[in-house]
Structures are given as C-alpha cells and as structure tokens.
C-alpha cells in the first residue's frame, strides 16, 4: 500500500487540539510556569484534568501562551512550530 507522504497541513500544527495539548505538556513541565498558568486560570490540577477534553481549556492553555511573549516563543521552539501557529490555533478552538 502506498502512503502519501505528509503536506504541510500534517504538520505539527495541523490540529489545534493536539498542538494546545502539547502546550499544556510544555507548560506543565516547568514547576515555575505550571503554577503561573493555575493561578492565572484559576484551575486546579484536579479540575484541568477533568477538563482536558474541552475546547474552552485548551483555547485556554494557548491564550496563557499567547499572553506572555517569552512563553509563545519558548513552547513554538519546543514544539517546532512558529509562534503564529500556535496563535492561529488558539483562534480556531474559539479564545
């Protein structure tokens, strides 16, 4: 079988839902930043768990991004995306 091999689209920031999970990964992965992003969002780690699935937080995992320069820079270069990526992300899930 024949496979068609990935476009652009297929890239690393073709799901928006995908890329703002793998945000939260990158957030959470910084004691100092994961805090910051709680206390901006006011979610515990209980409830951001239960609402992983939601569109509304994962808008709001790329809206703490989007909101502080260093962090959008800092978690494109990590994710292999360019910053405007994971703002036109955070525009499709609806922030």
Known sequence: MLRTPPSPADGPG???QA???NA???VLA???RAQRFLALTGLTPDALRAALGEPATLAGVLEFL???EP???GAAEALGVDPQVIVAAREKLGA
């Open 14 to 16: 073709s799901d928006p």
């Open 19 to 21: 890329l703002a999970l």
């Open 24 to 26: 939260l990964g990158w």
């Open 30 to 32: 910084d004691e100092d």
């Open 66 to 68: 989007c909101a502080h």
């Open 71 to 73: 962090d959008l820079v």
